[in-house]
């Protein structure tokens, strides 16, 4: 009974109402359609046009949204710039500004080796107790 009601179909003639100005009455103005100003543009219809060349042809359009292809062309150029300006430094180093930038790297590391064991000369007893267990514990491992 229920599939049988369910494959009727209504009529919606009954349930639309009919306008009046179909009756063909002369002093009525019968309405037009508004015009959509998108649709009517020309920029819009030739977008249109060539979306369904495309589409016809099989290209399928671009995945990713503008803004992300922008966003990582942006992105790839910025680190290509990096790469060229670390380039053209390196070239324009002498030998001589090597070596100082080198040697300047190294004063670097020994402060900071130097820094730390200053802060391991102030630290509280307890502290140095325990990196001595430590040292203690490591070393009877290895002997085992």
Do not use: C, W
């Amino acid at each position: 009974m229920y599939s049988e009601i369910q494959r009727e179909s209504p009529d919606i003639g009954s349930i639309l109402a009919h306008p009046d100005y179909l009756e063909g009455n002369p002093e009525l103005i019968k309405p037009k359609k508004i015009v959509n100003p998108v649709k009517a543009s020309r920029s819009h219809q030739e977008l249109h046009r060539e979306l369904l060349m495309n589409h016809k042809r099989g290209l399928g359009i671009d995945k990713k949204p503008e803004l992300q292809r922008v966003l990582e062309h942006r992105r790839r150029d910025k680190i290509i710039q990096q790469k060229k300006e670390e380039e053209e430094v390196k070239k324009l180093q002498s030998p001589f500004e090597q070596e100082l930038l080198k040697r300047q790297q190294r004063l670097d590391q020994l402060e900071k080796e130097q820094d730390a064991l200053k802060e391991e000369r102030h630290a509280p007893e307890f502290i140095k107790v325990k990196e001595n267990l430590r040292r203690t514990a490591t070393l009877q491992e290895r002997e085992r």
